[in-house]
């Protein structure tokens, strides 16, 4: 077959395949193939498809500096080792979405005329794509990898896209160039992320990404608010805001974290004023049930008389806490520390309310 240039092996059973530094002039087929060992195509010239689509390759899929005038198409196939395009062109798109690599995507100074498509797929170790250009998009959305995504220096002309990846190791994209958005959104990632000097044309989302790593969710989260504040775009600057605080606490000892918590989930980092007022009417309703178990407010009058109702200690409470007075009532011998402790709980809550407001919708 090979000697009459028919490179049509689909369905093929094969031991290993070598076909190193050789010219492929049109297609090369090993859809539904098996091959039990290895499949070698280093410095090959292929000027059409490579062509896996649902292959089994038990070993490693080596394509070392070939060429590829057209797609490599691995949909859906299983590579039992490395799948290994480093220093490869393929001249439109890499489609490995649904495939099965047990060990690493090596991919390092390829270059992918279109996307790199691996959406859904399922990567043993690392995604090696340092020093890769990829023409449009890196699309990585609900891949699963289980070490590391490696994109230093690398180019992608308009987005990565990571929404729902799992990432096993760390993320790093330093001194990386994307076009236009990154995006990790719902994405889980276990270790370190850097984004050290990385250009990015527009935005960056880790909405709802979760971290294992404190110190990887301060640097995402410090890229993503920058850039949302060059963007002029406030809403999104608070929510990264709030979420490197959170990572910033979550650094600390365990009594400090402890100790900010109502910094964190009361006063939201000075982003969420209307939490304020809620903890502070569930002081006063706290407060209210308080007085009325205990009898701790009286009516003014000639007479001892206790407020009896609920409503009456909710009004005292109230009053208290906004600091206007007693009213027609005052705190019972026995009860002024608390009638004082909610006084001045109310002062600074109503100060940090303001304050927080006018930072929110004023500025």
């Known amino acids: 077959k090979v000697s009459k240039e028919d490179f049509n092996f689909e369905g093929a059973i094969l031991l290993e395949v070598d076909f190193s530094g050789m010219k492929i002039k049109n297609n090369l087929d090993f859809n539904h193939s098996v091959i039990r060992k290895n499949a070698l195509f280093k410095k090959a010239k292929i000027d059409g498809n490579a062509l896996f689509k649902k292959a089994k390759i038990c070993g490693n899929a080596l394509f070392i500096k070939a060429t590829i005038g057209g797609d490599a198409w691995f949909k859906g196939a299983i590579v039992g080792g490395d799948a290994w395009f480093g220093g490869a062109t393929i001249g439109s798109y890499a489609?490995?979405?649904?495939?099965?690599?047990?060990?690493?995507?090596?991919?390092?100074?390829?270059?992918?005329?279109?996307?790199?498509?691996?959406?859904?797929?399922?990567?043993?170790?690392?995604?090696?794509?340092g020093g890769t250009t990829i023409g449009r998009n890196a699309w990585f959305k609900g891949a699963t990898i289980g070490g590391d995504a490696w994109f230093k220096g690398a180019i992608i002309g308009?987005?990565?896209?990571?929404?729902?990846?799992?990432?096993?190791?760390?993320?790093?994209?330093?001194?990386?160039?994307?076009?236009?958005?990154a995006d990790f959104r719902g994405a889980k990632i276990c270790k370190d992320a850097s984004?050290?000097?990385?250009?990015?044309?527009?935005?960056?989302?880790?909405?709802?990404?979760?971290?294992?790593?404190?110190?990887?969710?301060?640097?995402?989260?410090?890229?993503?608010?920058?850039?949302?504040?060059?963007?002029?775009?406030?809403?999104?600057?608070?929510?990264?805001?709030?979420?490197?605080?959170?990572?910033?606490?979550?650094?600390?000892?365990?009594?400090?974290?402890?100790?900010?918590l109502p910094i964190q989930y009361v006063f939201g980092y000075g982003i969420y004023p209307f939490r304020v007022i809620a903890a502070?009417?569930?002081?006063?309703?706290?407060?209210?049930?308080?007085?009325?178990?205990?009898?701790?407010v009286g009516k003014?009058?000639?007479?001892?008389?206790?407020?009896?109702?609920?409503?009456?200690?909710f009004y005292f409470s109230i009053f208290t806490a906004t600091t206007l007075g007693y009213g027609d009532y005052r705190p019972n011998p026995g009860h002024q520390l608390m009638a004082g402790i909610l006084a001045i709980f109310g002062t600074f809550m109503w100060a940090a309310f303001i304050t927080i407001f006018a930072r929110k919708y004023m500025r």
């Not at 929404?163 to 790093?172: D, F, K, P, S, Y």
């Not at 502070?280 to 701790?296: Q, T």
Request: charge should be positive; glycine fraction near 12%; include cysteine.
């Open 195 to 260: 984004f050290d000097r990385t250009k990015i044309g527009e935005k960056i989302e880790f909405k709802d990404t979760t971290f294992k790593n404190p110190e990887a969710q301060k640097n995402a989260c410090m890229t993503a608010k920058n850039i949302w504040k060059s963007l002029g775009d406030r809403e999104k600057e608070d929510y990264y805001h709030y979420r490197e605080m959170e990572a910033k606490r979550k650094q600390k000892n365990p009594i400090m974290k402890f100790l900010e």
């Open 158 to 181: 308009v987005d990565a896209w990571f929404e729902l990846a799992t990432i096993g190791g760390n993320v790093r994209f330093e001194g990386a160039t994307i076009g236009v958005n």
């Open 280 to 296: 502070w009417g569930l002081i006063v309703l706290l407060f209210a049930l308080y007085f009325w178990i205990f009898n701790g």
């Open 300 to 313: 003014v009058g000639n007479g001892v008389e206790n407020a009896e109702s609920f409503l009456e200690n």
């Open 95 to 129: 489609r490995f979405a649904g495939a099965t690599i047990g060990r690493s995507a090596r991919f390092a100074g390829a270059t992918i005329g279109r996307s790199a498509r691996f959406g859904g797929t399922t990567i043993g170790g690392d995604v090696r794509f």
